[in-house]
């Protein structure tokens, strides 16, 4: 079993952190794997998280198991922060959640839904998207193509394109669209473009996946909805991968859900008969914590509003340090145009830097930024900008 057997490739995104974390340089900087980092280079615990475990090391009195589709006043939490309160799917039943862990986990278990109900459809993903996601699928049995979406000559959406690509998937398929923050790119279609999306998704018969791990990182908790608000006037069927690792700062409490909306209660309730058999065969029922810990603060109003101002916290010191990159770029007088960073959103942005390069900013400076040239904005601090730019500068 155990001879003869290869070393697996490092992850492109978490095997970086590995030789981050192996790295004896003290002026060592990670812009790899999507982790908040404040302006110290910290990754700190929300004081609203701090408060819900409070409560929780007082309150809970059970480690039974949860439910497979997990704890039922969590998943109405994440269908009234994903929808808004009163929305139709919510009032006529046609959502159903289960909760899940991580995003990662969510999207597995769509995965294995797909792969075992559908066999046939193939999972269209955006070029580029999150290395994971081709990862995850294939291990699912998914066949993955692409549709365009970005414009390397503006480094921003090339909806014209994206449409024209849509327009080919055959009816069955399914789509998956990144519901705010794309990750790697940053780049996110306008809300009216959403709604143009959905009525051709509707028109060609494919289903949107939406990943939407990034609520309030863009522009706000309700302006980050807007997209997926707007897909679901145009489609009746669809599912959302959500995630709470970022908005939460959850991380390693892997707290996610997988939502199915349909056309009706019992056609959700079918679907989730069917969710529930993969949950089953994979991990049995969810980790509890971390959704304790969403389901308390969300269900309490002062620390729900006391949560909404971290958030906005996190959001607004990463849209200064792309403001900050930007600027000290061309202070140094680096001649690449870097300014689409500034309207991109979300942790991640493109950075234009070849693999070439990426590699000599972790050899010769301990710089780390995967392969692609994606980068981490919420890496980047006051305090480590200087040299970050100078670096590059250099290699360019
Ligand atoms: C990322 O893209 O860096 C994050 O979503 C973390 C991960 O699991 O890759």
Redesign the pocket.
């Known amino acids: 079993m155990f001879k003869n057997v290869k070393t697996a490739p490092a992850d492109p ?2 095997g970086l952190t590995e030789a981050f974390n192996a790295d004896s340089n003290p002026d060592k900087i990670n812009l ?3 982790v908040y980092k404040d302006a110290t280079g910290k990754t700190p615990v929300l004081e609203t998280v701090k408060e819900a475990e409070r409560r929780i090391v007082e309150q809970e009195n059970s480690k039974g198991y949860l439910p497979m589709t997990g704890e039922p006043l969590y998943c109405a939490r994440v269908q009234e922060l994903m929808f808004g309160e009163d929305h139709e799917v919510i009032v006529e039943k046609r959502a159903a959640t289960a909760q899940c862990p991580g995003g ?1 986990g969510a999207l597995r278990v769509a995965g294995d839904y797909l792969h075992t109900l559908h066999p046939d459809s193939t999972l269209w993903l955006s070029d580029p998207t ?1 290395a ?1 996601h081709n990862t995850i699928f294939a291990a699912a049995g998914v066949t993955c193509k692409k549709y365009a979406y970005r414009d390397p000559k503006t480094n921003g959406l090339d909806f014209d394109a994206m449409y024209e690509s849509i327009k080919k998937i055959p009816k069955g398929d399914v789509i998956l669209l990144h519901g705010c923050c794309h ?1 790697p790119t940053g780049i996110d279609p306008t809300p009216e473009q959403w709604g143009k999306i959905g009525e051709l998704l509707t028109q060609q018969g494919v289903l949107p996946l939406v990943d939407f ?1 990034y609520q309030g990182l863009a522009n706000g908790i309700e302006d980050d909805r807007a997209g997926l608000l707007e897909l679901i006037k145009k489609v009746r069927q669809l599912a959302i991968c959500s995630s709470f690792s970022k908005n939460f700062g959850l991380y390693r409490e892997r707290t996610g859900a997988l939502t199915v909306v349909g056309e009706s209660a019992e056609q959700v309730a079918t679907v989730m008969s069917q969710v529930k058999l993969r949950i089953r065969y994979s991990y049995s029922n969810p980790p509890s914590h971390g959704a304790q810990i969403v389901a308390i603060v969300l269900g309490d109003k002062e620390l729900r509003a006391q949560w909404l101002e971290e958030v906005a916290d996190i959001r607004n010191r990463i849209n200064e340090m792309r403001h900050l990159f930007v600027k000290t770029l061309k202070e140094k007088g680096v001649k690449q145009d870097f300014s689409s960073i500034i309207e991109q959103r979300g942790m991640f942005s493109f950075s234009g830097l070849t693999k070439k390069q990426v590699d000599r900013l972790r050899d010769e400076y301990s710089i780390y930024i995967v392969g692609s040239g994606r980068i ?1 904005v919420a890496g980047m601090t006051p305090a480590n900008m200087d040299r970050l730019c100078e670096a590059i500068k250099t290699v360019l």
């Open positions: 995104i978490l790899s794997v999507g990662t999150w994971n990750n791990a981490n």
